[in-house]
Every structure is written in structure tokens, then in C-alpha cells.
């Protein structure tokens, strides 16, 4: 049984336009293929990122063949800044030579979701991790802790991020321990996720204490109650990519998803 915390404050509708938005998107790759569903639903400013490399989505989907191969996801996790601007989904994913086929590989996905200037939601990022035994249609959606907003000075998340660092590079993984609430979530590479503090807690010492992470871009709801980061995260010689997002409590900035592999 999952347990969330609740602070004062609500996000609006509980992140149902994202995730409508995410159905929305796994359905056109079904019907349309993966590439034409990734050309659809990018951000202009959209990235996907490669072993470290954050690319923009457009100009690499525009370059990748049509496949034949059917990807299935869907959202298991999900919220919405307060203003409707800024909102995620995590969930499983798997891949099939078709739709009558049984998974050939599996992970979690987590997407960020921004509304552009025509009020449509586009997806700014994209980011996979892999594990065996899929979760695909064994997931439910489960609802995310309540937000506030934050001082109306506080507007930077990148300056939440460089905090959180500073912090982890003096402590390791115990930094994190300060920043996680009940109804975290973290998506590892090679394990499926984890959304409970035990769960959480008994992985960190898992976590390389001298990962050393690099932010490449950030961004924050216009309501400060939610905000993302994503970068390069180097361990020793080899380099990979991790995205977070911060939410606004009462209790201040607190990591909701870690997206790390290493």
C-alpha cells in the first residue's frame, strides 16, 4: 500500500490533463508508429537524451526510420502544476515486434509535459529506464502529494537543483534522505521503481556516493509548485543522464521523481 502526504494547498485536477495527454500520445504510437507519435506530440524544444547526449527530439526523430515495432506505455504516476503549465507522467513501458507479441524489452518511462502558447501539451523531455519483467497493464495510477507554492522570489530551479548538489557532494546519498517525502518516486536503471520511503531509503546506499552531477536545463510552473532539472551524471568514466522533479510543500522543495542511471 502506497501512502502519500498531504500538505495544504491542491494541483489543478489532479493532473488529469497529462495524463489525458499521455494516453493520448501512447495511443497515436500504437496506431500511427513511434516515430510519427514522437513527431506529433514533441516540444519544438522537446529533447531525448543517449548515454549522456541530450539531443532535441525533433531534428533526431525527424532522422530515425519508421519501425514496425509496436512501444506501449502507460502513465502510473502523474501530476500538474497548479497554473496548468508544467506537469509529468512516469509509468511502464514495453516493446513488441507486434501488438500480438509478448514484450521483448521493458522499463519505466518519465515524460515532462509543458502547455505551449497554443494550449496544447507537448512533451520538453523524455527519459527511459530498463528492467526485466514488465509492468505494462500491472500498474495503477496513483495520485501524487498535494502542493503550495512557493515564495514568489523563489523562482529558480536551478538554484534548488545546485542547493540539492552541494549537499550530495558533501554527503553522498544521504543528501537525499533530506529531500524525499512519502509518495517519492524513483526510477533506477536495471530495477523497477520504487514509491515507498522504505523501499527508497533501503536503495540509497546503493547509489554511488560520488556521482557527480552537471544540470543542463531546468524550468518551474508559473504557479512554483513544481519544477524539473535534467543533466549529465558522470560515474568515474562513464556518462549517463538524470532527470528530477521538485515539488513546493510545506516543508519546502522536495524531490518527487529521481530519474537516475549511472
Known sequence: MMTFVVVQGTYSQAGQDVVAAEKAFAQYAITHGMRQA??????SQG???NRGMVRNGIEQWTATPESSMKLLWQPA?????????LGF???PYELRHTMEDTAIGAGQYTTIWVKNKAGEWKFLADMGTLY???LYN???LQPAPSFTAAPAADTSALLIEKTFITDHTARGSLAFREVIIPGSWFNMDRQQP????PAIEQALPKIPA?????????????????AYVYGLVTNKERKENYLRIWAHTAAGWKLLVQVLKW
Do not use: C, E, N, W
Open 194 to 197: 520504487l514509491y515507498t520511503l
Open 138 to 140: 500491472k500498474q495503477s
Open 47 to 49: 529533447v531525448v537524451f
Open 77 to 85: 504516476f502523474a501530476a500538474m502544476s497548479a497554473d496548468a503549465d
Open 210 to 226: 560520488d556521482l557527480v552531477f552537471t544540470p543542463i536545463a531546468s524550468g518551474m510552473a508559473k504557479s512554483r509548485d513544481l
Open 89 to 91: 507522467t512516469t509509468g
Open 132 to 134: 526485466k519483467h514488465s
Open 38 to 43: 514522437f513527431l506529433q506530440y514533441l516540444d
